[in-house]
DNA sequence: TCGCAGAGTTTACGTCGTAAACTCTTGCAC
DNA sequence: GTGCAAGAGTTTACGACGTAAACTCTGCGA
């Protein structure tokens, strides 16, 4: 992983298989993904092997070679596959909600957010938790930031702008009380100024408000699924709702519980 | 790790080391645990391995099975060994601040948290970030909670204490506001009632309270770490100042800007 | 029909954790 | 002092792992 790398691979719902053997070249990366997923929640990360993998296919492990660079390659691979599914859900879930109820949807999101990474926490750890060196890591930024060929990388950009998206719109249709640009720290203040899709469109006292917002929220779900939380809960719902009513009420919105389907 | 287990492993620094045997023995454990950490900040995890420990020290591999049953109980003892001296850190930053500052103490003890945070990454990451199977993690865990026995465990309830001390010392020399019992879920509301020591002489608004302080402050420092923040800020430390501040209008106490000593 | 590219196998190397049997050394009881 | 048991460390071995290199088979297109 110390060289550049070319990380291609297949996004999962390929739009038009071609020839026959593109088609039973996609099943197998398909194959592969979805054990490895199976693998990772079974066994944990050290179980996701390239000789399990194989095994499992009825193959030998150096068949894997001729549709991943590496076991890193994979395991990229398979991060972008959790976000994207974390993304689509997200963004389904908002889209039940009416279109012009932000904030509704922005609990939605929140809680499906949540519900994800309770019933996905292998998958969870796998996006959210220690950088994995060489597919998700610090090593494998750029200099810029984000690596936009890394499709874990990617894939994490597309999720993040789902938020960032309600965030926006929330400020456009009902604007919150928000720190004046003069009453932050200008060393603080001069990093506001992010290039991300959507966040020029709201005052830096509002960025300010969306990452302290997203840094609660990954707090208490990563100590939730990390099991930190359990010398303190033993069911973390309520505490949850806690913290989304006190987000509310910081963007001026009202806290509606959660309306429960089984 | 699935068969209960002695975690028989010593304290660092043993008072009395009686014979010359257990001073030998005691500076071997001394050794395999510093060249451990040693390989764990320059490579990894996976770079800690017995056999490149016991390569370090001249010896071979299996001799290190006299000092830990198993890679998981190395582990684990480092583990234990990285709260120790994070909670002595905290602890003495404490002690540096006049005792009956209890709003100084809890901003220092916060930044020396970030701070030791930030300079021992690979530490943090093992203490604080994806559960490390038979480590650590969700199997190390009774039934009751924490396992007494697992050096891990107890390290990390003493390093709880202390900001569970600081909290319950500012509580009582001036109450901030809090939810009130009855504004409190009825469901959240049950599940305050740790038998964490200190925790029963405050309400349990305030309990609610420090845990979400808590969750707040994991979230900033391990987003932080993890390089989950890189794509907005260059340096976080304004951020987390901004944080801060935020947790002392809350808590009621007057913020104060770090004193910049080099 | 030829040939070639793609898919998969075999073999091999060096890594790892760790179990079992062995040897050398040390310290204590007599 | 002598003997002996316990402790410390080694040797050898097994079965995992990632992956490199060379090989074989198969199916598609010219």
């Given at each position: 992983?110390?060289?550049?790398?070319?990380?291609?691979?297949?996004?999962?719902?390929?739009?038009?298989?071609?020839?026959?053997?593109?088609?039973?070249?996609?099943?197998?990366?398909?194959?592969?993904?979805?054990?490895?997923?199976?693998?990772?929640?079974?066994?944990?990360?050290?179980?996701?092997?390239?000789?399990?993998?194989?095994?499992?296919?009825?193959?030998?492990?150096?068949?894997?070679?001729?549709?991943?660079?590496?076991?890193?390659?994979?395991?990229?691979?398979?991060?972008?596959?959790?976000?994207?599914?974390?993304?689509?859900?997200?963004?389904?879930?908002?889209?039940?909600?009416?279109?012009?109820?932000i904030a509704g949807r922005l609990m939605v999101a929140s809680r499906a957010f949540r519900r994800w990474s309770h019933e996905h926490q292998a998958e969870f750890t796998h996006l959210f938790g220690s950088p994995i060196p060489g597919v998700f890591g610090p090593d494998t930024y750029t200099p810029e930031g984000f690596d936009p060929n890394n499709p874990a990388h990617a894939a994490g950009i597309r999720f993040g702008a789902i938020f960032m998206r309600l965030f926006v719109a929330l400020w456009r249709t009902r604007p919150f009380p928000i720190p004046a640009d003069d009453q932050i720290a200008p060393a603080l203040r001069s990093q506001l100024d992010w290039n991300l899709p959507g966040a020029e469109e709201i005052p830096p006292g509002a960025r300010l408000l969306f990452l302290s917002a997203w840094v609660s929220l990954y707090g208490l779900v990563t100590m939730d699924v990390f099991g930190h939380l359990g010398w303190a809960l033993k069911d973390s719902a309520p505490f949850f709702e806690y913290e989304l009513e006190q987000l509310c009420t910081k963007l001026g919105i009202a806290y509606a519980p959660p309306t429960e389907e089984l």
């Open positions: 992983m110390t060289e550049a790398q070319v990380w291609a691979a297949p996004g999962e719902g390929s739009p038009e298989p071609a020839s026959r053997r593109e088609r039973v070249r996609a099943a197998a990366y398909d194959e592969i993904r979805s054990i490895g997923r199976q693998l990772l929640a079974t066994e944990g990360l050290g179980g996701v092997s390239l000789r399990a993998i194989a095994r499992e296919m009825g193959m030998t492990a150096p068949a894997l070679y001729r549709y991943y660079e590496s076991r890193e390659h994979l395991l990229a691979d398979m991060c972008a596959m959790f976000f994207n599914e974390l993304s689509d859900m997200i963004q389904a879930a908002c889209d039940a909600e009416a279109d012009d109820d």
